[in-house]
């Protein structure tokens, strides 16, 4: 049997797994990433519960054919190098894969993280009877990735698949990255509790003004209650989601577009509000074309797919 | 030498051109399409005037490798059929492919004519530095391709790269495609120009109403000029065709954005507006990333590509 390695770096916790050729994950474990430790620490430890991962199960390191190591951005990929990751201080222009590698004794392919779990969808989730995706990961930022005929796209600065970036409302919301009308604006997790909260604060009646601390999982707990201003923020949301997976469409042609990430915790109730601004704006002659689908992998597929992209390596 | 043939075929002319393995065009030809004949007749045609010009520059049929041939939208382009295209009446559903691969007695590989300009690009144009481009086509519609990690996108219904129709005002201005606010519904230069002609219509001042007809280059004449109207009409086609080039950056990460088509007649007067609004909207720390450009392959590009695509085609 071969076994590839995924290790999925975030800024608290780092995870670590094993799958075979089928993407089964063979085992999984967790440490936490403490980054003021510094690179050499963090990977030292890494590579301990690595290996401590590895045996347990009964495998030899000889078995591990290669490791993926999914990363924050931004990164040098082809050299290997983070360049100044917000989440990990202490990890600016650093070596990650030559240091993980020398202390693995394996050799490691680095990879943006929603790339890596776009790539998953890809191999083993939504994704897997279609060599065209987009995926869209909704957490505090709106991340994603994008395979177009069977191919990761990475671009010019391996930055392809910035889907928050996507300008839906030319001269609107301020983004974090310095835009104006960005998807992420409006969409993320954190910017549609955001949106709430401000028209909370205007003194706008609702019950989420109610909760001590709006969040994204109040605004949809609220608006499946029906009240209207969290409905009307839901909606907001939808309609950007669905725009964007418009744009997505008429740039790269994914026959399904992905959503991925803590707000599609949703479910359907958010589904098929996207699905409805789909059909309301898209193309006619090209609807039915692109489906909308929601991830299933859950929060393993940075890990999986880490692994995923380190077997197609290995394999080509 | 090998000999590479480009066919762009559109509804008015069909252009018939024989490249080497530099992309130097080493003759051309052109005939007129005559679409209502029907495609056997068409293609016949398009095999006598490929052969004629062949031999008239000391080539035999043996001398061409592979045959490529660009044409208009929509086509399932693997199994190489025309599906319905507006300026073929009596294409439809053809498999042009082969009708015209049992004329000329040589394999021919079909692309998309947006795509075949793309390609032309990055193999001897504005391009050829890189291995990602995006490409924009500013004709009567907005068409395009995009080349990514060196490979030029297809997608799924093989129509990535309609940056056309990409969305940049939600709501905004109804598209021929049916949806609103498409970078096309803007920045075409018939679209152009009709903007600028509903404002005289509505009685705004301005040194366009002396034209009886108001064209792109009327408008971009008269902005020249310092005419308001005239002004604000360009600034808003560079305004939209910026925030195009963002969305194609935070999608596919091209090193360059190269504009093509008639409009780009207009020269730095409107490749500068478009890159102050590039710098004005983009994502601060992505500034200067992405490079815009006009394309200097001129008409040629379509006939080019197709004979490019192609050479990639029997190369691989």
Chains 1, 2 share one sequence.
């Not at 995924?6 to 980054?35: A, H, Q, W």
């Not at 301990?48 to 199960?57: G, I, K, P, V, W």
């Not at 392809?160 to 996507?166: P, Q, R, S």
Request: proline content about 3%.
């Amino acid at each position: 049997m071969r076994v590839y390695s995924g290790i999925d770096l975030g800024g608290t916790n780092v995870k670590v797994g094993l799958i075979d050729d089928n993407f089964r994950l063979l085992c999984k474990s967790s440490i936490e990433t403490m980054p003021e430790k510094g690179p050499e620490d963090v990977f030292e430890r890494v590579a301990e519960e690595h290996n401590r991962l590895a045996s347990e199960n009964g495998l030899q390191l000889d078995d591990i054919c290669i490791a993926g190591m999914g990363l924050p951005g931004p990164a040098n990929l082809s050299e290997g190098i983070l360049i100044n990751p917000p989440n990990l201080p202490g990890f600016e222009n650093c070596p990650v894969r030559d240091i993980f590698s020398s202390k693995l004794g394996r050799e490691v392919v680095i990879e943006n993280d929603a790339n890596a779990a776009c790539w998953a969808e890809y191999e083993c989730g939504k994704g897997e009877q279609s060599e065209d995706i987009a995926f869209v990961t909704l957490g505090t930022g709106v991340g994603g990735g994008i395979v177009c005929d069977g191919h990761l796209l990475h671009g010019f600065r391996e930055s392809a698949g910035e889907v928050g970036h996507i300008i839906i409302y030319p001269d609107g919301r301020l983004c974090g990255c310095g835009q104006r009308g960005c998807a992420e604006a409006y969409a993320s997790a954190s910017n549609t509790a955001e949106r709430a909260k401000e028209f909370v604060q205007a003194g706008v009646t609702s019950s989420l003004s109610a909760y001590d601390q709006i969040t994204s999982e109040a605004v949809f707990t609220e608006a499946q209650k029906g009240d209207r201003l969290a409905l009307s923020i839901v909606d907001e949301t939808a309609k950007v989601l669905a725009l964007l997976a418009i744009n997505l469409q008429n740039a790269a042609n994914p026959e399904r577009v992905i959503f991925a990430g803590g707000m599609i915790q949703a479910g359907d109730f958010l589904l098929d509000k996207i699905k409805f601004y789909f059909d309301k704006y898209c193309w006619p002659s090209r609807k039915g074309e692109t489906d909308l689908a929601f991830s299933t992998l859950g929060t393993e597929s940075g890990m999986i797919g880490a692994a995923a992209v380190a077997r197609r390596h290995f394999l080509a």
